[in-house]
């Protein structure tokens, strides 16, 4: 049953955040599968962020699948009446787990912060914890092996640490190099991949391999007016000015492409909607940039190794959240959220404690300076 979320100390980024979280049902299942201890009522606790989730997500009750009627919708599609909703809360334990986990992060109490900071902030905190838990079950001949480091990297952008050679199409030869990451429930459902390729004059080309739990989209190109634009202006190659080769000290032309290289089944879109200007101020586009329910990743936005891996159906995603972003300044502004809601078979805007269903002409709609910043996809061949 949807509930709101109180907002008494500029919160909205944590709640809009929360409420997409809780819209994503494999991390509602995931979450609802652990045990529920109250969070950080029995004393410091090593796994402070899983606590607060398991017991927020539980704070949640269940409801029977009851489709909005169609006399609920008037001629334009807007709801005429109020969905069933549980009584609003304020999810103090989650707020009290940031200053837990304050020396790690920036958030503080009554001051506006990036909600997708926040989300990077929370998947990060708990694929650490997940992986040190499961660390401590297993048996001492079973251990998990360590990580690998992370790759060292030259001034010149260069990774000191070799990689292997890996035959790519036209049997041509790429050196690619990986920073290998342990694969935690939360990654496994939400993180994907990037190759980053690299071409020099005189040089073989060579690539990285680099985790992302959000997709960063750049939308400040003035050709960019959906998110497909974004996803192929991703992709674009980009010439690298005063590249110097470590080797010969000189400076080579170069070019840089980024290819996705894994797809999760959570596939979240970050759109960069702010930027800096001359001044070293933040400044925020509020252009519109289309966005559909159904997206699907088109096949030259994948490297070679995707493209022989992935069939159609798994490039192929349906939307079920929004974070978006109110406000014509970079600076304060507002965050709500809008999430389908298969209860109702319907969307619901979550604005902190008013919660109320509409249309997905509504979700989809531009209105500025509304704008969409974190879009939250769903890969439809996984039940």
């Known amino acids: 049953m949807p509930r709101g979320l109180h ?13 997409a979280l809780l819209a994503c049902p494999p991390f509602y299942h995931l979450m609802k599968s652990l045990p529920d201890f109250p ?27 009851k489709p909005l009627e169609k006399s609920a919708l008037n001629a334009k599609g807007t709801v005429r009446q109020d969905i069933q909703t549980g009584i609003p809360f304020e999810p103090t334990y989650v707020y009290k787990m940031l200053h837990v986990i304050k020396n790690d992060t920036g958030f503080q109490h009554g001051r506006q912060e990036d909600a997708e900071e926040f989300l990077s902030c929370l998947l990060n905190a708990l694929h650490d914890e997940m992986l040190a838990s499961l660390q401590t079950l297993q048996p001492p001949s079973e251990e998990l092996p ?33 920073a290998k990451f342990k694969t935690s429930p ?46 192929g202006g991703l992709t674009s190659r980009e010439t690298l000015h005063g590249f110097t080769c470590s080797k010969t000290k000189q400076e080579v032309d170069a070019t840089q492409r980024l290819l996705l290289e894994e797809l999760p089944p959570v596939l979240i879109l970050h759109l960069k909607w702010f930027s800096y200007d001359k ?16 997206l699907e990743i088109n096949k030259d936005l994948l490297s070679a190794n995707a493209k022989s891996r992935l069939t159609s159906a798994q490039r192929k995603y349906k939307l079920f959240a929004v974070v978006n972003h109110l406000g014509g300044r970079a600076i304060g502004g507002h965050y709500i959220t809008d999430v389908f809601h298969p209860g109702i078979n319907s969307w ?27 879009l939250y996809y769903r890969r439809l061949d996984l039940n």
């Open 186 to 231: 939360v990654s496994a459902m939400m993180r994907g991949q990037l190759r980053s390729v690299l071409h020099k004059t005189g040089a073989r080309e060579s690539a990285t391999l680099e985790p992302f739990f959000s997709l960063q989209l750049d939308i400040q190109g003035k050709d960019i007016r959906s998110v497909e634009d974004a996803l």
């Open 348 to 374: 619901v805007r979550c604005d902190d404690s008013h919660v109320y269903s509409l249309p997905l002409s509504k979700v989809l709609k531009y209105v500025s300076p509304k704008v969409p910043y974190l």
């Open 279 to 294: 001044s070293g101020g933040i400044q925020k586009n509020v252009k519109q940039v289309d966005f559909a329910a159904d």
């Open 7 to 19: 907002n008494k100390g500029n919160w909205c980024y944590v709640n809009a955040t929360l409420q």
């Open 39 to 65: 969070a950080l009522a029995r004393g410091p606790s090593s796994t402070p962020v899983i606590d607060c989730l398991v017991e927020f997500v539980n704070a949640f009750s269940t409801m029977q699948y």
């Open 146 to 178: 360590p990580s690998d480091p992370v790759p060292e990297v030259n001034g010149d952008g260069e990774e000191q640490e070799e990689g292997w050679e890996q035959v790519g199409p036209k049997n041509k030869s790429v050196l690619t190099r990986e």
